[in-house]
């Protein structure tokens, strides 16, 4: 079979899409040595982000546009691609002879417009629900990346059961080794001290941050010397968080790093004294688990996917709680047993979360459509 994968997500800071696609790629390759994989793209791609084995083919245009519609269908026949998957929602939807997969990785513009009020998706609601219903119905297959997602998807779409398909994301394996001096190189130039608690991730009101900073806020009446460090592209669409550092008078204890290489991440996680992901919604959620990778124990939320993904290795708190978060914070930092427990669950939690798994699945669902023709 000939796969083409759309890339042109990956050319934007889509955050955990872009992960999806990239580590789903490079894993396929490795694993199917059968079928042709082609990465669709509209602008050159840079670095080493793929594999070199990857074939690419190159459109000029990008997936909301109106070519995309009226060019990408005989585009993909005639290079006779037989599957086309988009690791986000849009395809094209005039079907030809190519079978078509989506990726739908929650519904949070959807079923929660106010965790992300200020996206385009909320912008045009009407209009993206009249799109997104269209695309689940075009698309032979949906994929999505838990078990609380695919709930969520079948009270929006239940006509979509046949064709929905549980698949987990993964973590990486491979751990980066940490260089000598590269920690001190970092805390020097962010100002970070010995103790911090740390988060990574957008800062969207979905993600909860204003609640982090206030449980921090109590945090810091009963330990000294703590910082809480966000780590993350800085989206000023949604100024509140810093609003709320300053109302508080944390401007020196709250440390806002802005986008830091995915390189230097595993820093952070290594050094933190622990890690929280209080979300209100997450689809899947990588950073709890890339955490747990690097020997750091977990708070996150006791809704939406995160408790299924963390299963028992983290502390679980109702994200809606200050005090909860707070105090689940401080019993992390004071009792010694119960972060070595956490850390011990880690472990063995991100193990059951690999790429290879991933793409195996995935490959199952090729191979599914396949049959079907």
């Known amino acids: 079979m000939k796969i083409a994968i759309d ?3 990956m050319l934007e800071d889509t ?6 696609t990239i580590c789903l790629i490079k894993e396929l390759l490795k694993i199917d040595k059968k079928n042709e994989y082609y990465l669709l793209l509209n602008k050159p791609l840079s670095g080493d982000l793929i594999p070199c084995a ?6 000029s245009y990008g997936p909301f546009s109106f070519q995309n519609q009226l060019h990408l269908p005989l585009f993909l026949e005639k290079n006779r691609i037989d599957i086309f998957h988009s690791p986000n929602f849009m395809i094209p939807f005039i079907k030809r002879k190519y079978k078509v997969i989506i990726t739908l990785h929650d519904l949070i513009p959807y079923l929660y417009p106010q965790l992300c009020f ?11 629900k009249i799109l997104l219903n269209l695309v689940v119905k075009k698309a032979d297959i949906v994929i999505t990346v838990s078990e609380n997602s695919k709930r969520d ?5 239940p006509f979509a059961k046949k064709k929905l398909r549980v698949i987990y994301n993964g973590v990486e394996e491979e751990k980066v080794i940490l260089k000598e001096g590269k920690w ?3 805390r020097f130039r962010f100002g970070i001290k010995d103790k911090f608690v740390l988060y990574v991730g957008r800062q969207d009101p979905s993600k909860n941050l204003i609640r982090l900073i206030e449980a921090f806020a109590l945090l810091k009446k009963e330990i000294e010397g703590i910082q809480l460090v966000i780590v993350g592209r800085k989206d000023f669409r949604y100024p509140e968080p810093f609003k709320v550092v300053k109302k508080l008078g944390l401007e020196k204890d709250v440390i806002f790093t802005d986008t830091v290489k995915d390189t230097y991440l595993p820093y952070f996680y290594s050094h933190a004294a622990v890690f929280v992901f209080v979300s209100l919604y997450e689809g899947f959620g990588f950073p709890p688990l890339e955490a747990m990778k690097y020997g750091c124990p977990v708070v996150t939320s006791n809704v939406s996917s995160l408790p299924e993904v963390v299963g028992d290795a983290a502390l679980k708190v109702n994200p809606y709680s200050v005090k909860e978060i707070s105090d689940a914070i401080k019993k992390v930092l004071l009792d010694e047993e119960l972060r070595k427990k956490l850390v011990v669950n880690g472990y063995n939690q991100v193990e ?3 790429w290879d798994k991933t793409a195996l699945k995935t490959i199952k669902v090729y191979r599914e459509l396949s049959k079907e023709e």
């Open 352 to 354: 059951k979360f690999t």
């Open 7 to 9: 890339g042109r997500w």
């Open 15 to 20: 955050g955990g899409i872009k992960r999806y």
């Open 118 to 128: 200020r996206s385009k998706k909320v912008k045009f609601l009407l209009f993206f």
């Open 153 to 157: 998807i079948l009270k929006v779409f």
């Open 54 to 59: 990857l074939r690419f083919l190159f459109v």
């Open 184 to 186: 001190n190189e970092l």
